[in-house]
């Protein structure tokens, strides 16, 4: 069975720094791209980013791009998306997802998310 | 960057109903479009995939349809357990992106 376990509630003041992960099992983990995905209170999903863990190359939504990092580690199967320095805005749930389907021209057409992680929400707060 | 725009944002309909939410891609996506359903507090689930095609374990009531810039979602039979909030969401381009969300109620 796919299984995708992010870590736990995080509560953090402006300006510090974390990361978060997601711990894939049931498939093979290098051969997926994964992807990160926001959502704030009561709004829509955004792009963030997504990584290849067999290679790590990672691309970047021109939103978020400098403003996370998203890396793996595969000797381990898990995701990880990092903040620096977070800001109030930062607070939301961050889901992350396997990508399922054809990479044509290494473009990322024709990959969807097929199983998502239960989420991580991050609040920011002085 | 591809603009998805679903409507309408809310619904409220009765168990047995027919309900139909729609996806307008701002250029051509060709057939590159999922449905996902979000109950509160849980992440996504994947209903339709590659515009028309459903994801294994998925009731067939739920079915989609549509190719290049327009798209349809249709529940044949409004159950109880379908309220939630349904995205459309495009994989043609980077950077992906979702439409706003439909939220369904029972009526």
Known sequence: ?126 | DIQMTQSPSSLSASVGDRVTITCQASQDISKYLNWYQQKKGKAPKLLIYDASKLETGVPSRFSGSGSGTHFTFTISSLQPEDIAIYFCHQYNNLPYSFGQGTKLEIK
């Open chain 1, 1 to 126: 069975e796919v299984q995708l376990v992010q870590s736990g509630a995080e509560v953090k003041k402006p300006g510090e720094s974390v990361k978060i992960s997601c711990k894939g099992s049931g498939y093979s983990f290098t051969n997926y791209w994964i992807g990160w995905v926001r959502q704030m209170s009561g709004k829509g999903l955004e792009w963030m980013g997504i990584i290849y863990p067999g290679d790590s190359d990672t691309k970047y939504s021109p939103s978020f791009q400098g403003q996370v990092t998203i890396s793996a580690d595969k000797s381990i199967s898990t995701a990880y998306l990092q903040w620096t320095s977070l800001q109030a805005s930062d607070t939301a749930m961050y889901y992350c997802a396997r990508l399922k389907g054809k990479n044509y021209y290494g473009s990322g057409k024709g990959m969807y998310p097929d199983h998502w992680g239960q989420g991580t929400l991050v609040t920011v707060s002085s």
